[in-house]
Each structure stands twice: as structure tokens, then as C-alpha cells.
């Protein structure tokens, strides 16, 4: 099959910005795992999370519950793959080798950290999740999977500029809710320790709630 062929654009408008950026970004990740990791630290950050997944639990409401289970469909691996071999062989179709290379270089980079990652940290997750999960709960392999989907398309597909920071600016957003969704089902957190009173339980069934 041809493909009619089109010059492959510039992948960065303005490299040394997107480097300092990227950079920083990365920086601020590590330094947030780093924390996370930290014994002391993580005590503190515990009380935010189950203060979070209590607010999460008390704002469950049918409708919210619908959409939240939307987004745990949007985030299995039955969706993102396919999505990301279309996008790729598109990317190989229109021999666009530089914005191939970066999408895949960040799903591959991104499933090999989930892995790594959820074996280093080994966090446990809450009982009475409203959808079936299984491993440890951090980092999220539906959050980051569906986010690093959606965000390297956007680069990878729309030319740099007004329209790339537009539909970046959607695949942010629906990153976080992507993230709020794993909290709103209570697929995330840690589960209660023993003798840990304050920690939130959650009810199975309770989507109604």
C-alpha cells in the first residue's frame, strides 16, 4: 500500500526550552518518588492521602461512579494498545521517523517505570475497590499509561504550536481526571495497616454511596 509521503515537521519548535522543561519536570518526579520512598516523609503524605480517599468516598454519587468506571475503561491495556499501535503505524506509514521514535520511546520507557516501580515501592491498595485491580496500587499503570498515551499523541501528531499547546492542554486534563478517577474508585492509596485506626476503609458495593 503507498502512503502519499509528507515532510516530517520539526519535532520541537525551540529544543533548549523543551529541554530545560522536560528537565525540570523529570527533576521534580524524582525528587517526588524520592520522598515517597522515604520512611518519615511517608508517614506525613499518608495522612493527606486518607484524608483524600475519605473526600473521595464521601462524594460518590451513581452518576460520578459511571463516569469514574468509564475512565477505568479507557485506562485497560484493551484500549491503550490499540491506540498506540494506530498512532505508531501511522507515525511508520508517514515515515515520520523522529515522532515515531519519541512515541515510542516514552510508552516503552513509561511500561518498563510501571513495572520497576510498583516492585520497588510494593504499596499495597485499599479493600472494597468499586473495580477489580491487582498489584501494588503506585505508581497508577492506568494513570500513567492513559496519560503518556494521550500526551505523547498530542506531541507526536499536532505541529508545534497554538494548536499543540490546545490539545496538550486536553491531555492534561485528562490526565488528572484520569488520576482522580483511580482515587474516586478507591484503586489507589494504601491499605489500612494493622493498628492503623485512622486510616479510611472502604465498603465493597458502595457506588451508590
Do not use: G, M, S
Given at each position: 500500500m503507498n502512503v502519499p509521503r509528507m515532510k516530517e515537521r520539526a519535532l520541537l519548535a525551540?529544543?533548549?526550552r523543551d529541554v530545560c522543561f522536560t528537565t525540570a519536570v523529570a527533576g521534580l518526579t524524582a525528587a517526588l518518588f524520592v520522598l515517597v520512598g522515604s520512611g518519615g516523609m511517608l508517614a506525613r503524605i499518608q495522612h493527606l492521602d486518607d484524608a483524600w480517599l475519605r473526600l473521595m468516598i464521601s462524594g460518590r454519587t451513581p452518576p460520578l461512579t459511571v463516569v469514574?468506571?468509564?475512565?477505568?475503561?479507557l485506562g485497560l491495556v484493551?484500549?491503550?494498545?490499540p491506540v498506540r499501535i494506530a498512532i505508531a503505524g501511522f507515525l511508520a506509514l508517514r515515515r515520520w521517523w523522529w515522532h515515531f521514535a519519541a512515541f515510542t520511546a516514552a510508552v516503552v520507557a513509561s511500561e518498563v517505570m510501571i513495572g520497576l516501580l510498583k516492585s520497588l515501592y510494593d504499596r499495597p491498595r485499599p479493600a472494597g475497590s468499586l473495580v477489580t485491580v491487582s498489584g501494588a496500587s503506585f505508581p497508577s499503570g492506568h494513570a500513567?499509561?492513559?496519560s503518556?498515551?494521550?500526551v505523547a499523541?498530542?506531541?507526536a501528531l499536532?505541529?508545534?504550536g497554538r494548536r499543540r499547546v490546545g490539545w496538550g492542554s486536553v491531555a492534561v486534563g485528562f490526565s488528572i481526571l484520569m488520576g482522580l478517577s483511580r482515587a474516586y474508585l478507591g484503586a489507589l492509596d494504601r491499605a489500612p495497616l494493622r493498628g492503623d485506626a485512622d486510616a479510611p476503609e472502604l465498603e465493597p458495593g458502595a457506588a451508590g454511596q
Open positions: 525551540a529544543p533548549r469514574a468506571k468509564f475512565f477505568n475503561l484493551y484500549v491503550t494498545l500513567v499509561a492513559a503518556v498515551t494521550v499523541a498530542a506531541i499536532v505541529p508545534e
